[in-house]
């Protein structure tokens, strides 16, 4: 492969994983400012327990688990483990995610 082409194709890749990135962070960026706050965080993510607690009683029991096996979690429980996430995922602890930091795997 010839070099440029190479570098055409390095460049581009690079564009793509750039855009999926900011992609994702709008999807938690309530305020469109640009970055995530942890109260964002949490109130997004919190829509996939809410999904899952198909009897809204702030529990999700193994029956509403995929695989109908687990053991339940608390809607405090499930947030205090986002909490968690987050300021794990906030490498540069400014107390906001930005895309690189809302993509990385965490540590």
Do not use: C, W
């Amino acid at each position: 492969m010839h070099a440029a082409t190479l570098v055409a194709l390095l460049a581009s890749s690079a564009a793509l994983a750039q855009d999926t990135r900011s992609q994702y962070l709008q999807l938690f960026d309530s305020t469109g400012d640009g970055r995530v706050s942890e109260a964002e965080y949490l109130a997004y993510m919190t829509r996939s327990f809410q999904n899952m607690d198909s009897n809204g009683d702030g529990t999700i029991e193994a029956g509403e688990l995929p695989g109908g096996r687990g053991r339940p979690i608390t809607l405090i429980d499930f947030q205090d483990n986002l909490r968690s996430q987050f300021h794990k995922l906030d490498r540069n602890r400014d107390g906001y995610l930005n895309a690189r930091e809302l993509t990385a795997p965490p540590r």
